[in-house]
């Protein structure tokens, strides 16, 4: 009977511990998915405040910011529950947040006109500036497809972010072909530069009157002159036939006999 009672006592207390370790595998599990889950939110949060604090590179319009306020916004909520000892930075954060767009929204101004965009000096910012456009698209499209944005918005949206990236591969060309020409590789700068000009006319008859393109298009204009001149000039000179010393040899030639 003894002997029973500490077999019975001795499975019990084996489930115990199988019950135990479960339990703690549920709660490691579950504790790995809230991490999980809590890194993707904040993924989300760190790019697109990333793309906002880089925005004032870029002729941005009030809606494109409300959208990456949206995201911004969807993510914290999200994240809120998650975040346990972090929950009063997060609430913090999204008061913060909800106030900037209150403000946004009421008032709106018109977008800045891309005409009047200039590149930045600096070569950093320009890449920024590429990689900051990028990710704005990216998360753009992503938003449309979640049924986030209206699609009058997105398909404006998505023209002025083509745009802008447009002009800077049109001054990336033209700085290239630049950069050819000056180690006489004449051939890839001429190709440069008809390229931006093709970029260019097609962008020039889709806003004839932006003052920027005007410049642009001359400037590639006046590049492929030089360029076609260097190139010509650094072909070697045909040697032309000496006439006169033909002549000579004729007239010094042996006299025939008749």
Not at 8 to 36: F, N, P
Request: net charge positive.
């Amino acid at each position: 009977m003894i002997f029973i009672s500490v077999l019975v006592l001795i499975g019990v207390l084996l489930l115990l511990v199988i019950g135990i370790s479960i339990i703690q595998q549920q709660k490691a599990r579950v504790e790995a998915e809230r991490r999980t889950e809590l890194a993707r939110h904040r993924a989300i949060i760190d790019e697109t405040e990333e793309v906002l604090s880089n925005s004032g590179l870029i002729p941005c319009s009030s809606n494109i910011v409300l959208i990456l306020y949206k995201r911004v916004e969807d993510a914290l909520e999200s994240a809120l529950p998650l975040a346990r000892n972090q929950s009063n930075d997060y609430e913090r954060r999204l008061t913060d947040l909800r106030g900037q767009m209150q403000v946004l929204k009421a008032n709106q101004k018109p977008a800045p006109a891309i005409e009047q965009f200039r590149l930045p000096d600096s070569d950093r910012q320009i890449l920024t500036l590429v990689k900051t456009l990028k990710k704005m698209k990216a998360i753009l499209r992503a938003e449309h497809k979640k049924g986030k944005v209206d699609p009058s918005i997105f398909s404006e949206e998505e023209i002025r972010i083509d745009s802008l990236q447009l002009r800077i591969n049109v001054d990336s060309m033209l700085g290239r072909g630049r950069a050819a020409c000056f180690m006489k590789q004449y051939g890839s700068a001429k190709q440069m530069v008809t390229k931006a000009l093709a970029t260019l006319h097609t962008i020039k008859a889709q806003t004839p009157n932006d003052p920027f393109i005007a410049r642009k298009v001359e400037e590639a204009k006046a590049m492929l002159l030089e360029i076609t001149g260097a190139q010509e000039k650094a072909q070697p000179a045909r040697i032309k036939p000496k006439e006169d010393d033909d002549d000579i040899d004729v007239l010094f030639q042996p006299k025939r006999k008749w």
